[in-house]
C-alpha cells in the first residue's frame, strides 16, 4: 500500500465518517433502550462500565409458583437499577420432560408476559427465550465433553426427575446441567440469583468453567450465586417436607401467582401444618416455618414481629393472614399480566429485540471457545 501522497487524507477521510457512522448508530441505540446492556456492533457497552453481570433463567412448564416468585423473580427485578441483567426462559431445559407442542407454545408466550408481569424491564435488561439464541445449545454440547458421568450422576434434580418419569430417562435430563452451565458462562456473568435447589447446578457450573480454564487459559468468568435470606426455598403446602414446584400434582400443594384471591386464601386455610397452636419458628414446625417465611417475604415483618403479631391467636387467624397477603402482594402482578396478554405485537418486539441482544453478547464468548477448543474460525 502507498503511504504518501492522497493515501493518508482517503485514510483520515475514511475514520472520520466511520467514527460518525459508529456514534450515530450508538446514539440511536442509546435512546432507543434507555438504561441496560447497549449492543454495538457485537459489544456489549453499560452505562457505568464496573456493574457486574447477571443471569438467570426459569423453565416455562406452567404458571410460576409463589416458590419460583418469592425465591427468584422478584430478586432478579430488584436487580436490574444495580447490575446488567440477562433473564431467560430455559425452554431447552423444559423439554427434558415431554411437552405438548401446543401447550409448551403458549406456555413460553404466558411465561415471557409474566416476567414483565414480575418486573422485568426490556429497557434495563436483556429478556430472551432460550431456543431463539442458538449457542447456547451449541456451548451446551461442548461443555458437556468437559463435565464428568460421575459429576452428572450424582445431581439430585436428575436422581428425583428420573423417578417422577421413570419412562423417560433421556439424555438431555442427565446432561442439563452443561446446558446450564453454557446459559449461565456464555454472558460471563458474575451473579446468579437462584433458589436452593439449584445450588448444586451452579456448584457444578462453576467446576466446569475452572476445568475449563486451567485447560485453556482464562476463557470463563466462574459465577457466584446469589440465593435470597428468606424465600429461597418455599415448601409445598400439602407437604412441607417437599418443596413447591409448578409439576406437583396436587394443585393445592403450590400457589400459582396467577391464582384467583380466594383460591389463594382457600389453599393457605388448607395448608399442612401441626397439632400444636403457637405461631414460632422451631425446629419440627415445617409447615409453620414455611407459612411464617412466605409471610415475612411478603410483608417484609421478621420472624419475631411475626411471633408477636400471632401470640394467642391460633393457627387458623395466622393462615387466613398468610392467604389474605399473599392474594394482596400478587394483585398487581395479575393485573399487569392482563394487560400485557392483551397486547400480543408488544410481547413479540420484546422477546424478538431479547434475542437479538441474547445473540450478540453470547457470540462473544462461543467464538472465543470455538477458537481455545481448536475449531476452524
Ligand atoms: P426452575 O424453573 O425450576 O425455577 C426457577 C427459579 O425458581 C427457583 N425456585 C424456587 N425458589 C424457592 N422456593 C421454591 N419452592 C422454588 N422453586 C423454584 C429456582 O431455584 C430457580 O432459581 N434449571 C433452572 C432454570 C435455568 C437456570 C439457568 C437458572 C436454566 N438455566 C441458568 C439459573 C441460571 C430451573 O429449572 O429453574
Same mark, same amino acid.
Given at each position: 500500500?502507498?503511504?504518501?501522497?492522497?493515501?493518508?487524507?482517503?485514510?483520515?477521510?475514511?475514520?472520520?465518517?466511520? %467514527?460518525?457512522?459508529?456514534?450515530?448508530? /450508538?446514539?440511536?441505540?442509546?435512546?432507543?433502550?434507555?438504561?441496560?446492556?447497549?449492543?454495538?456492533?457485537?459489544?456489549?457497552?453499560?452505562?457505568?462500565?464496573?456493574?457486574?453481570?447477571?443471569?438467570?433463567?426459569?423453565?416455562?412448564?406452567? %404458571?410460576?409458583?409463589?416458590?419460583?416468585?418469592?425465591?427468584?423473580?422478584?430478586?432478579?427485578?430488584?436487580?436490574?437499577?444495580?447490575?446488567?441483567?440477562?433473564?431467560?426462559?430455559?425452554?431447552?431445559?423444559?423439554? +427434558?420432560?415431554?411437552?405438548?407442542?401446543?401447550?409448551?407454545?403458549?406456555?413460553?408466550?404466558?411465561? #415471557?408476559?409474566?416476567?414483565?408481569?414480575?418486573?422485568?424491564?426490556?429497557?434495563?435488561?436483556?429478556?430472551?427465550?432460550?431456543?431463539?439464541?442458538?449457542?447456547?445449545?451449541?456451548?451446551?454440547?461442548?461443555?458437556?465433553?468437559?463435565?464428568?458421568?460421575?459429576?452428572? @450422576?450424582?445431581? +439430585?434434580?436428575?436422581?428425583?426427575?428420573?423417578?417422577?418419569?421413570?419412562?423417560?430417562?433421556?439424555?438431555?435430563?442427565?446432561? #442439563?446441567? @452443561?446446558?446450564?452451565?453454557?446459559?449461565?458462562?456464555? #454472558?460471563?456473568?458474575?451473579?446468579?440469583?437462584?433458589?436452593?435447589?439449584?445450588?448444586?447446578?451452579?456448584?457444578?457450573?462453576?467446576?466446569?468453567? @475452572?476445568?475449563?480454564?486451567?485447560? #485453556?487459559?482464562?476463557?470463563?468468568?466462574?459465577?457466584?450465586?446469589?440465593?435470597? /435470606?428468606?424465600? &429461597?426455598?418455599v415448601k409445598s403446602l400439602a407437604d412441607p417436607t417437599k418443596k413447591m414446584s409448578?409439576?406437583d400434582?396436587n394443585?393445592?400443594a403450590y %400457589?400459582?401467582?396467577?391464582?384467583?384471591?380466594?383460591?389463594?386464601?382457600?389453599?393457605?386455610?388448607?395448608?399442612v401444618?401441626? @397439632?400444636?397452636?403457637?405461631?414460632?419458628?422451631?425446629?419440627?414446625?415445617?409447615?409453620?416455618?414455611n407459612?411464617?417465611?412466605?409471610?415475612?417475604?411478603?410483608?417484609?415483618? +421478621?420472624?419475631?414481629?411475626?411471633?408477636?403479631?400471632?401470640?394467642?391467636?391460633?393457627?387458623?387467624?395466622?393462615? &387466613?393472614?398468610?392467604?389474605?397477603? %399473599?392474594?394482596?402482594?400478587?394483585?398487581?402482578?395479575?393485573?399487569?399480566? &392482563?394487560?400485557?396478554?392483551?397486547? /400480543?405485537?408488544?410481547?413479540?418486539?420484546?422477546?424478538?429485540?431479547?434475542?437479538?441482544?441474547?445473540?450478540?453478547?453470547?457470540?462473544?464468548?462461543?467464538?472465543?471457545?470455538?477458537?481455545?477448543?481448536?475449531?476452524?474460525?
Amino acid at each position: 500500500m502507498p503511504d504518501g501522497g492522497l493515501w493518508p487524507v482517503i485514510r483520515k477521510a475514511y475514520m472520520s465518517v466511520c %467514527v460518525y457512522l459508529g456514534g450515530v448508530q /450508538k446514539s440511536r441505540l442509546l435512546s432507543r433502550r434507555g438504561k441496560g446492556f447497549f449492543i454495538l456492533k457485537g459489544e456489549a457497552i453499560m452505562e457505568g462500565e464496573k456493574k457486574k453481570v447477571i443471569l438467570s433463567g426459569i423453565q416455562p412448564t406452567g %404458571v410460576f409458583t409463589l416458590g419460583n416468585y418469592i425465591g427468584a423473580v422478584k430478586n432478579w427485578a430488584a436487580m436490574q437499577e444495580e447490575f446488567r441483567c440477562a433473564y431467560m426462559l430455559a425452554d431447552l431445559h423444559a423439554i +427434558t420432560v415431554r411437552q405438548e407442542p401446543k401447550v409448551l407454545r403458549e406456555q413460553i408466550l404466558t411465561c #415471557y408476559a409474566l416476567l414483565l408481569a414480575c418486573g422485568l424491564d426490556p429497557e434495563k435488561s436483556v429478556i430472551f427465550i432460550q431456543s431463539q439464541v442458538p449457542a447456547h445449545a451449541e456451548l451446551g454440547w461442548m461443555l458437556a465433553c468437559y463435565t464428568q458421568f460421575g459429576e452428572l @450422576s450424582r445431581m +439430585t434434580q436428575f436422581k428425583d426427575k428420573s423417578q417422577q418419569h421413570a419412562d423417560n430417562i433421556n439424555a438431555g435430563l442427565f446432561t #442439563y446441567p @452443561s446446558l446450564m452451565a453454557a446459559d449461565i458462562l456464555l #454472558y460471563q456473568a458474575d451473579l446468579v440469583p437462584i433458589g436452593e435447589d439449584q445450588r448444586q447446578h451452579l456448584e457444578l457450573t462453576r467446576d466446569v468453567a @475452572s476445568r475449563f480454564n486451567g485447560i #485453556y487459559g482464562n476463557v470463563f468468568k466462574i459465577p457466584e450465586g446469589y440465593i435470597a /435470606k428468606t424465600g &429461597a426455598r418455599v415448601k409445598s403446602l400439602a407437604d412441607p417436607t417437599k418443596k413447591m414446584s409448578k409439576s406437583d400434582e396436587n394443585p393445592n400443594a403450590y %400457589v400459582s401467582i396467577l391464582d384467583k384471591p380466594e383460591t389463594i386464601i382457600k389453599k393457605f386455610k388448607r395448608a399442612v401444618t401441626d @397439632s400444636e397452636t403457637e405461631v414460632c419458628f422451631r425446629e419440627g414446625k415445617d409447615g409453620i416455618n414455611n407459612l411464617m417465611s412466605i409471610y415475612s417475604a411478603v410483608t417484609g415483618r +421478621t420472624l419475631d414481629e411475626i411471633t408477636a403479631e400471632f401470640a394467642g391467636r391460633g393457627y387458623g387467624d395466622f393462615k &387466613a393472614a398468610v392467604g389474605e397477603a %399473599v392474594a394482596e402482594y400478587l394483585r398487581p402482578v395479575q393485573e399487569k399480566f &392482563a394487560r400485557l396478554m392483551a397486547d /400480543k405485537g408488544y410481547l413479540e418486539s420484546c422477546y424478538r429485540q431479547g434475542a437479538e441482544q441474547a445473540q450478540r453478547i453470547s457470540s462473544r464468548t462461543l467464538e472465543k471457545v470455538k477458537k481455545k477448543i481448536g475449531f476452524v474460525q
